[in-house]
């Protein structure tokens, strides 16, 4: 992956110049600024913690404190998970979920990856199959996503949210009570 990032650098510089990536990270701070700070893609658009706190007219500051939050705790899930000795498929499951809900400028064609998330977990579902209630709380998810639409808010967010609980459910690293009051029949 470092390799290919490298070689690809290197062919832009070649194909266009150093003024290119030049402009490029001159052009960061505005690109945030106009996206995050000012708005002007619609708050409701954006599929992050930030974009909630934001769309329901939070302010920036408060908006980048939930979103920091957020971003502490599923490092922490995410490191308790890699440590534990749960399957690669719920591990890579849940650090493809965990991916999307850090990030503060995820749109719904970043969702995709969601899609990641799901497929692992269903295969970590093997032989044993779904979880009671699993398979209804994807089609949840499936649909949050869906209607985003109609509804013009961050429906993606809880999608993921959906998709992260489900994972770390079945990978066991929540406290017993949690887990117990989690269990749908």
Known sequence: MTATLALLALSSRIAFG???????????????????????????????????????????????????????VVAAV????????????LRAAALA???????????????????????????????????????RALAIARLLIVIFPLVKAPTGLAAALVVAFLIIRRAGVLPARIRSALQWT
Do not use: H, N
């Open 18 to 72: 150093p003024d290119a990536w030049a402009a490029f990270f001159q052009s960061l701070p505005t690109a945030s600024e106009s996206t995050l700070d000012q708005g002007r893609a619609e708050w409701g658009k954006l599929q992050s913690a930030y974009g909630v706190v934001r769309m329901m007219g939070g302010a920036s500051a408060i908006a980048w404190a939930v979103q920091g939050v957020l971003a502490a």
């Open 97 to 135: 979920a965990g991916t999307l809900m850090v990030v503060p400028y995820i749109f719904l064609y970043d969702l995709v990856i969601l899609a990641l998330a799901m497929a692992f977990l269903l295969r970590a579902c093997g032989e044993a199959g779904p979880t009671p209630g699993e398979m």
């Open 78 to 89: 995410l490191a308790a998970l890699w440590r534990s000795k749960a399957p690669f498929d």
